[in-house]
């Protein structure tokens, strides 16, 4: 017998959202002459797709779903017989017409916020073609060895390892000492990206932030040899130089607001100063920058070599340990002279220590930050003075000023 639906305010919701969505992807396939499917096409597609949604909510059946999938592809294989183009197999719209569909059903079943989010994915991947394109050209294969080596990093070796406490005091953790090589080496991994895929053509601004997420250290290393070598370059050595430290100051702060983010609070009270004086000598050379030529890339190693990778989680583990020991042998100031001395050539391992230290409520909040914070001043005073003896007087007072 026939009956009549009580009116849902949600049901009309999420059919415009649903609606919407192909709406937004059709909008971008319009651009595309030869596409088969555009504005109308998507967001009735994505209108079935939560009407399926409905029917097989109500009878309980994934029935309904799998018949406007395969009507939607009878109807994709009727077109593109009627008007066959050797020259655009039409994958790509193919391919978004199914996703469009399947996220209309996602909306229907509750999945609103995702299914948003995939179709702005979706738009985005469908309209930056020719760009990915390009980045794709111009991977070559150390840069494909560099993802494939990522990956195994992050989805092969981390999920296999223990989550458990090892060792003296439980301070060695391999499912978490491995969690901070795959965070350390993917942001390395961005910065060496940038500098391998688009160069020095944006100039030294750009070579200075991904230089920083890359190896600051190796960054300051080069431009100082180049400000000897050419004393007209010393403006923009230290531009480059003074902004690749920044961005390490700002790159430990992200890292505490994911490891630790109760300690990020704490931290800013070195951070702040830190970036304002950076910024102030960043502003000076800047004004002093004249025509220097192009910028220089550094040479930096590939953070996910094996090898680079395992060296920086065994130093991650010796200094965690030793942070772990000394706290409980000699106090924090062990821990603080283990700061100072580790921090000179590498920030991350003692910094990603006292992280951890503290998440583990093994370090208190203000011993944390101060060893952060004695790493970081250890670490620039060592750049800064690598950039004087081997960049001259000229660029060490650039630096400093």
């Given amino acids: 017998m026939p009956h009549s639906v009580p009116f849902d305010p949600e049901q009309i919701e999420a059919f415009l959202i649903a609606i919407g969505i192909g709406l937004l992807i059709g909008l971008e396939r319009e651009r595309v002459p030869s596409a088969r499917a555009g504005l109308r096409t998507f967001g009735l597609v994505a209108m079935l797709g939560a009407l399926t949604g409905l029917l097989g909510q109500q009878l309980q059946s994934i029935a309904p779903f799998a018949v406007g999938m395969a009507v939607i592809g009878t109807m994709i294989v009727a077109a593109y017989l009627r008007h066959p183009d050797p020259s655009d197999p039409g994958t ?33 991947l469908l309209y930056f073609k020719t760009q990915l394109r390009g980045i794709a050209t111009r991977l070559g294969p150390r840069d494909w060895i560099s993802i494939l080596q990522f990956s195994v990093l992050s989805l092969v070796i981390l999920p296999i390892l223990p989550n458990e406490e090892f060792g003296p005091y439980g301070a060695l953790n391999p499912y978490q000492v491995w969690w901070m090589v795959v965070l350390i080496s993917g942001v390395s991994l961005a910065g060496y990206a940038a500098l391998q895929l688009v160069g020095a053509k944006h100039g030294a601004a750009f070579v200075g932030i991904f230089g920083g997420l890359a190896s600051s250290t190796a960054t300051t290393m080069v431009y100082a040899r180049n400000a000897r070598g050419s004393p007209g370059l010393a403006s923009m050595a230290a531009l480059v130089i003074v902004l690749a430290n920044l961005v390490m100051v700002v790159r430990v702060s992200v890292i505490a607001a994911v490891v630790a983010p109760g300690l990020l609070r704490a931290l800013l009270v070195i951070v702040v100063p830190a970036l304002v004086l950076g910024t102030l000598a960043l502003v000076w050379n800047w004004r002093k920058l004249g025509n220097g030529g192009d910028a220089v890339l550094p040479q930096t190693t590939n953070p996910t070599e ?69 790493g970081m001043v250890a670490n620039l005073s060592f750049k800064t003075i690598m950039a004087v003896v081997i960049g001259g007087r000229a660029l060490g007072i650039k630096v400093l000023a």
């Avoid at 059903?105 to 994915?121: E, H, N, P, Q, R």
């Fill in 92 to 124: 790509t719209s193919v391919a978004a017409l199914m996703v469009c569909y399947c996220l209309g059903t996602a909306v229907w079943l509750g999945y609103a916020k995702i299914a948003v989010m995939l179709a702005v994915g979706t738009t985005v």
């Fill in 306 to 374: 094996l090898r680079t990778a395992l060296g920086f989680g065994a130093l991650y583990a010796f200094v965690l340990f030793c942070a772990a020991w000394l706290s409980d042998y000699a106090g924090t100031g062990g821990l603080y002279v283990l700061a100072v001395v580790s921090g000179f050539t590498d920030i991350d391992a003692i910094a990603l220590s006292s992280m951890r230290l503290f998440s583990l409520e093994r370090l208190e909040l203000t011993p944390a930050v101060i060893a952060i914070g004695l």
